[in-house]
Every structure is written in structure tokens, then in C-alpha cells.
């Protein structure tokens, strides 16, 4: 399948609010997202929105890439993924390979020591995925949320 993939620009965003409804049953406020994109896209070198689009320009994947520092570990940046994420129907066509590697590769031109995520317990499918792709269950996740 012919796909693209480009930095999400401010004019996806409601496209992509819809996406990421879809996959992973999110509500959060529109407009509070639209000012953050804002904020954060100002920091190109620490935040990458990517969206991957159809040939009709339709956004069917995208993914958030943080990329940060730890100051004790030799100055290397690493790359931590968040929300990544395919539509359904575009699901076990190499959408997701893709979008892996595109990512892999702006983590190696930040010369990257490594990338991590974390992904829910049940998404048993997208973990053979990324083991497929050469990612490794390295450590527990834990999580705790602030209303």
C-alpha cells in the first residue's frame, strides 16, 4: 500500500483526534490539544508528531515521539513513543512497519541510544509487533495519573 509519512501539521489535528478516538477510545478536549500542538511544536528537537496519509491525503496512522536526555547516562538523547497507533481497517498492511522505521530513523539522525514506549497489557497483538520488529520487553511500567 502507498503511504506517506510527514510531520503532523496543525490542520490534522482534528483528523487525527478523530483517529486516535477510534483506536484507543480517548476523549480528551480538542482545543486544549490544538494549544498544546502549539507549544510543543515550537520544540521540533524534542517533539515529532508524525501522521502516515493514503493517497487521498487521509491520515490513517500517526505516532508522538519525545526525544530526551538523561543527564547520568553519557549525553546520548533517547527516544521515548507515545500514542502510536493504526486504523483498523488499515491494520497487517505494513502501515505500522513503516511508521517503525520512519521513526528509527529520525532516532538515529539524533543519534539515539535507544527507543522505549510502553503498551498496555492487552494489546497482545501490537506486542508480537514490536517483538517482530526487533523491540524487547526490557522492564515493568508503572503508571500513576492525576486527575
Keep these: 500500500m502507498n503511504v506517506f509519512i510527514e510531520d503532523l501539521k496543525f490542520s490534522d489535528i482534528e483528523?487525527?483526534?478523530?483517529?486516535?478516538n477510534l483506536i484507543f477510545n480517548e476523549k480528551w478536549n480538542l482545543n486544549e490539544i490544538k494549544d498544546l500542538y502549539k507549544r510543543l511544536h515550537k520544540m521540533k528537537d524534542s517533539y515529532r508528531f508524525l501522521a502516515v496519509k493514503d493517497q487521498t491525503n487521509k491520515i490513517i496512522g500517526y505516532v508522538s515521539c519525545i526525544i530526551a536526555y538523561n543527564l547520568f547516562d553519557g549525553g546520548r538523547p533517547y527516544m521515548e513513543l507515545?500514542?502510536?497507533?493504526?486504523?483498523?481497517?488499515?491494520?497487517?498492511?505494513?502501515?505500522?512497519?513503516?511508521?517503525?522505521?520512519?521513526?528509527?530513523n529520525i532516532a538515529k539522525e539524533y543519534n539515539c541510544e535507544f527507543i522505549c514506549f510502553t503498551s498496555e497489557n492487552n494489546r497482545v497483538d501490537a506486542h508480537e509487533f514490536y517483538k517482530k520488529n526487533g523491540y524487547e520487553i526490557d522492564s515493568l511500567g508503572f503508571i500513576k495519573e492525576f486527575d
Excluded at 83 to 101: D, Q
Aim: with cysteine.
Design 82 to 104: 507515545w500514542w502510536l497507533g493504526v486504523h483498523p481497517e488499515y491494520r497487517r498492511k505494513g502501515i505500522a512497519t513503516k511508521l517503525i522505521s520512519y521513526v528509527e
Design 15 to 20: 483528523e487525527c483526534y478523530e483517529l486516535n
